[in-house]
């Protein structure tokens, strides 16, 4: 992703066909990982130059360090060459501590902008699938495995079960509240997305299943909703000054589906946009849907109120 690129948002680019099923290590992406990583590599682009180097700047151990530069790169917040590391654009934006909008990532805004750079750019399989390629509103564990696997299968070739398994897992364990991925565990370090409730985990006559939590979002703020419109916009429809609220909700990588909102909170989001907004407005289209449109250039107004 390039530079120019993230100054307008995260960039209308996936990694071609969702390509990532690995390399997290096992580890979930924990509180205080990305505030961390993103100080380091503003410090020291080469902090990745040695694995004694990382280890002795993260104040982690050798597959911690994989892991967080692995969800920083998810994530977006982070480019890389072959011998450095640096902050993008948007890692700017947000985490900066002199200027960024939340340095140490205590809104839950700044978490749904995660949430929707990862789920529409990051290319991560699971993610894929669970919000951009299935719409049920539960999904047993199994298909959803089985999903992924098909998926790596068609854009890379075949991984193996146990692959496609961990990282289900993981996505899992990312969003689901701890007690609910694993009754017995000990192990009370747990992401920061699950506070976004966008899932569950349930056993229905012992079939382990994934909830989907569909809904109003109201930890969903205008500035977060109107980041991850921006993208959406400008990434499917940048010369219209009118978008539908059908294609927000039934387009592939949509804010709808990808935000887990339905139609309800979808249009509770928009009124609370066009609320803050100067020339956006809601309006009928004359066959019984609705469009958000603007007099001006909808794409400006809506990266004003992104930040």
Not at 36 to 56: G, N, Q, T
Request: charged residues 20%; glycine residues 10%; contains cysteine.
């Amino acid at each position: 992703m390039s530079a120019t690129t993230l100054e307008r948002g995260p960039g209308w680019t996936q990694r071609p066909g969702a390509r990532v099923f690995s390399g997290h290590e096992s580890f979930v992406c924990r509180y205080g990982w990305l505030p961390k990583l993103h100080e380091a590599v503003s410090r020291d682009p080469a902090v990745f130059a040695s694995d004694e180097r990382a280890i002795l700047a993260l104040g982690l151990g050798r597959n911690m360090v994989k892991s967080i530069r692995f969800w920083a790169d998810a994530f977006g917040l982070i480019e890389q060459s072959r011998t450095e590391t640096w902050p993008t654009p948007f890692a700017q934006r947000l985490l900066d501590r002199d200027g960024g909008a939340d340095p140490f990532l205590e809104r839950p805004g700044s978490l749904w902008r995660l949430h929707w750079t990862i789920t529409t750019h990051g290319g991560l399989g699971a993610w894929a699938a669970t919000f951009l390629d299935l719409h049920d509103s539960e999904i047993t564990r199994d298909r959803l495995v089985a999903a992924v696997a098909r998926r790596a299968e068609a854009v890379r070739g075949p991984i193996t079960a146990q692959t496609a398994s961990t990282h289900v897992d993981m996505l899992i364990r990312t969003y689901a509240q701890n007690g609910e991925v694993d009754p017995g565990s000990e192990d009370l370090v747990g992401s920061p997305f699950q506070e976004l409730r966008l899932l569950r985990v349930i056993e229905p006559a012992g079939i382990r299943t994934v909830r989907l939590l569909r809904g109003p979002k109201l930890s969903l703020d205008v500035g977060a909703f109107s980041f991850a419109l921006h993208d959406f916009w400008s990434g499917t429809a940048p010369a219209s000054r009118t978008l539908s609220m059908r294609a927000m909700m039934l387009s592939h990588a949509a804010p709808g589906p990808t935000l887990l909102l339905d139609e309800t909170g979808l249009h509770e989001r928009l009124d609370a946009l066009c609320t803050r907004a100067h020339r956006l407005t809601l309006r009928p289209d004359g066959a019984g849907g609705i469009d958000l449109t603007s007099p001006g250039d909808p794409l400006a107004e809506l990266l004003d109120l992104a930040w």
